[in-house]
């Protein structure tokens, strides 16, 4: 399974010198398995220590602060040795802060050893951020697949090429078989071991089964991760998702979680999920106006989970059934919302007041803004996206959903399954 994060750690193995490298991001993202596989393609030697299951590891770095002590000690116990070119991976670093923390030293004092880490969030990162001097290492958040990962993970890679190339003229011949895909990913995600089951069978059903049991997962693992005060925080805020995602409009509601609840009796738990790499909070903005985080209202934000097909799971659509079009919490615009997020653009989205008029995404390029409707159907109204370019004139909008390429006027009409190629127009 190719993962755009590979190309990541090749760079960094060619930097000089290379500090230690902590991956992070939300569990399932398959943290160990791409270090791994980076460590059996590219060095001679890979060694991993499991801190989580390796009782006499966490004890080593209990006793031992010397690094080249450490190695010696280490070789003790693995049997082998950890000569210069040895990739040294410490899995499940969060249940040894030790380990974490002395990752500060081993460049000086064992100058040939590389060392990356994978750990769970938030837990590692509140770790690195009282543990590790700023600049010590190097840091690499995994997300779970984009689309064009999908393509390439379920032998689609010809499609893949056209959108990694922000060519989507050159994809339209294509169209019916990029909406098929697009239909399969809103459902399955981006999870790898979710991914790589649909593609070795192509059971929607088996899906399903599967990341249900990835959001059971997910609640017991608050035993472990989250502090004690806001477990109970943390589930209700989970237990509203289901009402939060089927929501038309585009704000989150506190009184869903629990009835009177205000944002101060549930703001740490979303900053407990979000740094856990659960949700991504879209903020509303008081004015469609750059920069983007100088107009978000503190108030008013749209929930979306990272994973799009676990948010499919939580709305328990089925599995066999169109999901465009379902408002502004759905899962084709979390799928603008991620595509667009990872080609490094700011996002908000607005609404008018008494909600005559909203617009699902609004990005920010260069210093202006342009709106972004996320619209269903072939030829969608998009009365919203009127409305919008009525009253502030944007220098572009754009219409996304299945209809086909287009510009006139003004209006970038783009396929959802380009969506990812906006970059590429808003640069000309």
């Not at 380990?99 to 004092?109: D, N, T």
Request: hydrophobic share 45%; net charge neutral.
């Amino acid at each position: 399974m190719e993962r755009t994060a590979y190309q990541k750690l090749l760079d960094w193995k060619e930097r000089t010198p290379r500090r230690p490298l902590i991956v992070t991001g939300a569990n399932h993202t398959g943290k160990t398995a791409l270090l791994r596989r980076f460590g059996e393609n590219c060095y001679p030697q890979a060694v991993c220590i499991d801190f989580r299951k390796n009782e006499g590891a966490r004890a080593l770095f209990d006793r031992i602060a010397d690094p080249r002590r450490l190695v010696s000690e280490m070789e003790r116990q693995t049997g082998l040795r950890l000569e210069t070119g040895t990739l040294l991976i410490f899995d499940e670093v969060q249940a040894c802060a030790r380990a974490l923390a002395s990752l500060k030293h081993f460049p000086k004092e064992v100058p040939g050893l590389d060392i990356v880490c994978a750990g769970r969030q938030p837990v590692i990162s509140r770790m690195i951020e009282s543990r590790l001097p700023r600049g010590s290492v190097d840091l690499l958040e995994l997300q779970p697949l984009d689309f064009c990962e999908f393509l390439e993970a379920t032998g689609r890679e010809a499609l893949a090429g056209p959108l990694r190339a922000d060519d989507p003229a050159a994809a339209m011949p294509d169209s019916p078989l990029y909406e098929k895909a697009l239909q399969e990913y809103l459902c399955v995600g981006g999870l790898p071991d979710v991914v790589e089951a649909f593609a070795a069978h192509g059971d929607l059903a088996e899906v399903r089964r599967m990341q249900r049991a990835i959001l059971q997962k997910e609640d017991e693992l608050l035993e472990e991760d989250a502090p004690e005060a806001l477990r109970a925080r943390i589930r209700r805020v989970r237990a509203s998702l289901p009402a939060q995602l089927a929501r038309k409009d585009d704000k989150f509601r506190y009184e869903l979680v629990r009835e009177g609840a205000r944002a101060r009796d549930f703001e740490a738990a979303l900053d407990w999920m979000r740094e856990a790499g659960q949700i991504r909070l879209c903020p509303r903005l008081k004015e469609p106006a750059a920069p983007i985080e100088e107009h978000a209202d503190p108030r008013g934000f749209v929930l979306h989970l990272t994973d799009v097909g676990l948010m499919s799971c939580v709305l328990d659509l089925p599995v066999d059934a169109p999901v465009y079009g379902l408002g502004a919490n759905a899962p084709a615009v979390r799928f603008a919302f991620g595509e667009l997020a990872r080609r490094g653009l700011a996002l908000g989205c607005w609404s008018a007041r008494r909600a005559t008029s909203a617009i699902d995404l609004i990005a920010e390029a260069d210093g202006r803004i342009v709106p972004v409707d996320v619209r269903s159907g072939a030829d969608p109204q998009a009365k919203s996206l009127r409305v919008f370019r009525e009253r502030f004139a944007p220098k572009l909008a754009v219409r996304t959903g299945l209809s086909e390429l287009s510009e006139e006027d003004g209006l970038l009409t783009l396929p959802l399954w380009a969506v990812r190629t906006l970059p590429a127009f808003l640069a000309r």
